[in-house]
């Protein structure tokens, strides 16, 4: 069920995990799927405490570097190093139905009063009054949270998001995003977020890679003041950068 | 003052007409079969059938009371249900075995499922001749049948259900540092649990319908002894009382079946608020 990659990828040392240190490593990473390689000898570094962008069009493989730094996919080739204090949120919640709230962010701790700390995760996010709740009664955007809280609580170093708002709507995902920035400046953590949307990437990031090819086929710095705005001017023209790195051509501007 | 009495009065009101109106939406469903029985006894009162063959309403309750009295209903039914009981309760386990065996590792699935798939499109009753044979005609056969009759839906339901639980939050639950056997008691028996359920209900039914062809094939005891021995005196009130027992115990099993389910996938939206009596009459009321 599970593939661990730890065997074939050494784990950092704890310590060395300070801001400016990489946290995850990944060199020459391929991969395929019984055809032509989706990954092809893919090199890339997140540096601790970083939030990294990771951009490219469908089907260009980001969901599958993510798993493989989930140690969802094993990696056939290639060196990953990722701490093992991992954390995954994907496009849809993924709660057990059958759990309520609470459980299911509680599922898996095991030291100390997991229901408060599982309660305490759901405070960061809003959800104090909704620990006992069922999963399939909460909103979209509810049963995001939690799957964002049932992340956080296991205090993870390094957090993968695979398009965790792509299915909210506009206005729950502005404050998704807005939860999302909060929670990385207050914890100590490096942030890899999947999207399409090239707004989101330049709201949150402070690093955008574009997979192009199997590989990092840009890397583009973000170095945008926060809060940021729309209508920034170096905005705008980082968002027509990115958007030509992704082969879109904006004439509207 | 005075629109606060008012306004206070109506919501009660509002709950009295709800409640009565949910009522007769119950008594409505009874009326057909009273109606039924009233038209068959006059029927039978002005002789216009041969009650014989077809005894009136009251016949049978008579007899129904003669038989409790003396004793025989209740020896008989437990009889019955000892065997079903017995049955039920070894072919679930048996079922239950098999299926967590096939469903969760690929060694029970290339030695069981192929070998159960084969087996299951055997008729179980066909079997009863070679049962008596190989157990005699005492309690064994009659509940080995049940049993085997009752283990196939629980094996294909369970089964199934296990391999159909989403791989996606599989995947997910595997991402909190769960051990395999905590994926499996977490993620995959309460995914696959639903189906359980409907293979418990199927067995159950199928439990009820083996006790009754083996009880008649042959026994000196249970429901089906006393119908069989009816026939041969030409008791059909008799006859009749055996077939309201068999009902009545089929509605009875169903309603346990579906209070099990209510509690264990109470999580089911269908489910959710079903649970206090009050959301209930609101909802069949509206
Ligand atoms: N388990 C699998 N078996 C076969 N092919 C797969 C599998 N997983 C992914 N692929 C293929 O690998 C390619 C990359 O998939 P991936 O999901 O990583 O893309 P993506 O960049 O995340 O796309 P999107 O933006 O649409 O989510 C696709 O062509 C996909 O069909
Ligand atoms: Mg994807």
């Known amino acids: ?253 | 003052m005075a629109s606060a009495a008012v306004s206070a009065a109506r919501p009660q009101d509002r709950a009295i007409s709800l409640n009565v109106s949910a009522f007769l939406a119950q008594a409505h469903r009874f009326t057909v079969p009273l109606l039924i029985l009233i038209v068959w006894q006059a029927l039978d009162s002005f002789h216009l059938i041969n009650s014989r063959l077809m005894p009136s309403p009251v016949m049978v309750a008579e007899s129904f009371w003669q038989l409790l009295v003396t004793g025989q209903l209740l020896g008989n039914l437990w009889a019955s249900l000892i065997r079903v009981g017995l049955g039920l309760g070894i072919g679930v386990l048996l079922g239950t075995g098999f299926g967590l065996f096939a469903g969760l590792s690929r060694l029970g699935e290339d030695t069981v499922d192929s070998t159960l798939q084969m087996v299951r499109t055997l008729p179980h009753l066909a079997l009863i001749p070679l049962f008596i044979l190989w157990f005699g005609i005492g309690e064994t056969p009659k509940i080995a049948l049940i049993a085997l009759g009752a283990m196939f839906p629980i094996y294909l339901n369970l089964f199934a259900g296990i391999r159909s639980v989403d791989r996606k939050i599989i995947e997910a639950a595997s991402t909190l540092d769960l051990t395999h056997a905590e994926i499996i008691w977490n993620v995959v028996l309460p995914g696959a649990l639903p189906q359980f359920l409907v293979g418990l209900r199927y067995s159950v039914g199928i439990a009820w319908l083996t006790l009754v062809v083996a009880e008649q094939v042959n026994a000196n005891s249970g429901i089906g002894y006393l119908v069989m021995n009816a026939r041969d005196f030409l008791e059909t009130d008799v006859i009749f009382v055996g077939l309201i027992i068999y009902a009545l115990l089929g509605l009875a099993t169903d309603y346990m079946v579906r209070v099990i389910e209510q509690r264990a996938l109470a999580w089911r939206p269908s489910f959710i608020g079903t649970q206090s009596s009050g959301n209930r009459a609101n909802r069949r009321a509206a």
């Open chain 1, 1 to 253: 069920m599970m593939t661990a990659i730890e065997t074939r990828a050494p784990i950092l040392d704890e310590a060395r995990l300070t801001r400016g240190e990489a946290a995850v490593s990944v060199r020459g990473l391929t991969r395929s799927f019984g055809g032509p390689a989706i990954l092809t000898d893919l090199d890339l570094e997140l540096e601790a405490g970083s939030f990294t962008v990771l951009l490219g069009r469908s089907g260009s493989g980001k969901s599958t570097l993510l798993r493989t730094l989930a140690g969802l996919d094993p990696a056939p080739a290639g060196t990953v190093s990722v701490p093992k204090e991992r954390a995954v949120v994907f496009q849809e919640p993924r709660l057990l139905p059958w759990k309520r709230v609470w459980r299911n962010v509680a599922l898996g701790l095991r030291q100390g009063d997991t229901r408060a700390q599982a309660s305490a995760a759901l405070a960061e996010l809003g959800l104090s009054h909704r620990l006992d709740a069922w999963p399939l009664t909460l909103s979209g955007g509810e049963a995001q949270r939690v799957a964002l809280a049932r992340a956080l609580v296991r205090r993870p170093k390094l957090m993968l998001l695979d398009e965790p708002f792509a299915a909210l709507d506009a206005l729950t995902r502005m404050r998704m995003q807005a939860l999302v920035a909060q929670l990385w400046q207050q914890h100590d953590l490096t942030v890899l977020l999947v999207t399409h949307d090239v707004d989101e990437a330049l709201l949150l990031g402070d690093r955008a890679v574009v997979l192009i090819d199997g590989q990092i086929g840009a890397d583009i710095p973000i170095n945008l003041d926060r809060p940021r705005r729309h209508g920034d001017p170096d905005f705008i023209r980082l968002r027509q950068q990115l958007l030509a790195t992704l082969g879109v051509d904006e004439t509207t501007g």
